[in-house]
């Protein structure tokens, strides 16, 4: 099975907030770039990935995610997350009716594609499937098989939220790059344990991160 995943990014201007404590307000923006060209470098060498739609309105993004072979779709909602996630696979299901279809965070720097490989045939079991992040609260993959809604409930406790609507929990060991999002200083720094994309790689080599 092959799945077409929705990668929804906010402008990069406003991302990241949370890393303050680890990088100025000006390197910022470039880091949330970077994130998510190594996630979805790392998504479209993935095996069990048809394709990847990002969606977002931001110009740059846009134009570096389609380089690497993303189709790019404008945040038409501009309602949030959940909203520019149920558009994203409204508009792949509109063009593939029988595609199943997956939810990924943009800020997966650490992401193997075999890794994903196995998320997404482990979820391939069950109608709709979620990964809970690292922290064990949130969600960094959404599944729905076709003819299913994504459903997605990103947010606060995203982790309680999926239950609730019935998608499957999946409990899989030694998929840390797939469940290592990055929204603090010290998200950062356990991605770059686990090892970067380049492009993060390259973004924060003039970064001062303590525990390295």
């Known amino acids: 099975m092959q799945w077409t995943l929705v990668v929804p990014l906010k402008p990069l201007a406003r991302a990241k907030s949370r ?5 100025a307000d000006a390197l910022r923006p470039g880091l949330a770039l970077a994130f998510a060209q190594d996630t979805v470098a790392a998504a479209l060498a993935c095996p069990a990935v048809r394709g990847v739609a990002v969606v977002t309105d931001d110009a740059l993004a846009a134009r570096e995610l389609s380089a690497l072979g993303a189709s790019v779709l404008p945040d038409e909602p501009g309602r949030g997350l959940n909203a520019a996630l149920e558009f994203g696979a409204a508009k792949v299901r509109s063009a593939l009716p029988n595609t199943p279809v997956a939810a990924l965070n943009a800020d997966l720097p650490a992401l193997r594609p075999a890794e994903l490989a196995r998320v997404l045939d482990a979820a391939a079991q069950f109608p709709r499937a979620f990964l809970p992040d690292a922290a064990g609260v949130g969600t960094t993959l959404l599944t729905a098989s076709p003819g299913l809604e994504l459903r997605p409930a990103f947010g606060p406790d995203s982790r309680t939220q999926h ?10 060991d030694s998929v840390d790059s797939v469940r290592q999002d990055v929204d603090t200083g010290a998200d950062l720094r356990a991605a770059l344990t686990l090892g970067v994309g380049p492009r993060t790689a390259t973004s924060t080599a003039g970064l001062l991160i303590s525990g390295q």
Do not use: P, V
């Open 19 to 23: 890393l303050a404590d680890t990088a």
């Open 163 to 172: 239950h609730a609507s019935g998608a499957q929990e999946l409990l899989l």
